[in-house]
């Protein structure tokens, strides 16, 4: 089954040279020079996977990618752009990201980074975990619904937050290498990849504040250590 990747990006010497690599290895591709009619080209395509270039004429990317998540939370996006700050970075989680490519980027980089989301995608629809809730201090949490529950209130977290978040559990009150996340979870631990780890963990803390004896403790330069008390 090929992986259908809807591809906007206005630059279009890139975008021929990142379609053709992409059809090249079997995906379909939909490319588009913006987000204009995107509403009705998404509902036509049904991509498994969405690559939004950031800076866009019309609409940017960070308000496509809101728009693409109103018709379907669950497609895995990846932004593709220059603007490495972390509040870009964060703008483009609150957007609905699942993952940030810093340009110049490498083709083999976000082949992978494409098929890794549509993995981990596919096993969220498919496979049943053995655990239906897991408990987290004052906290539920759904792996296959991707859900954190606290009371009556609900948080949908990404697909990368659940892998990392799951890393942890597993290894709940134990730390955690911050080169081991790294590696597993994106293939490389360079600089850029480094700061999305910091920003998602960041978010996670931020999803457990109502209970004050969980805790995710950074250890410079080592690791993550996740306390449940």
Known sequence: MQIKVLYIEDELSLAKIVKESLQGRSFDVLHLENGANVVNEYTGFQPDVCVLDVMLPIIDGFSIGKLIRNIDPNVPIIYLTAKNQTNDILEGFKSGGNDYLKKPFSLEELIVRINNLYTICQKQEIVKNDVDIIKIGQ?????????????????????????????????????????????????????????????????????????????????KAIGYRLIDQ
């Open 139 to 219: 906290y539920h949490y759904y792996p296959t619904k991707l859900e954190l529950v606290h009371e009556n209130e609900i948080k949908r977290i990404s697909y990368r937050e659940a892998e990392i978040l799951m890393l942890l559990v597993e290894n709940k009150n134990q730390i955690v290498e911050r080169k081991l996340i790294l590696d597993k979870l994106w293939g490389d631990n360079n600089f850029f990849n480094s700061r999305n780890l910091d920003v998602y963990i960041t978010k996670l803390r931020s999803y457990f504040k109502k209970d004050h004896m969980i805790q995710i403790l950074t250890l």
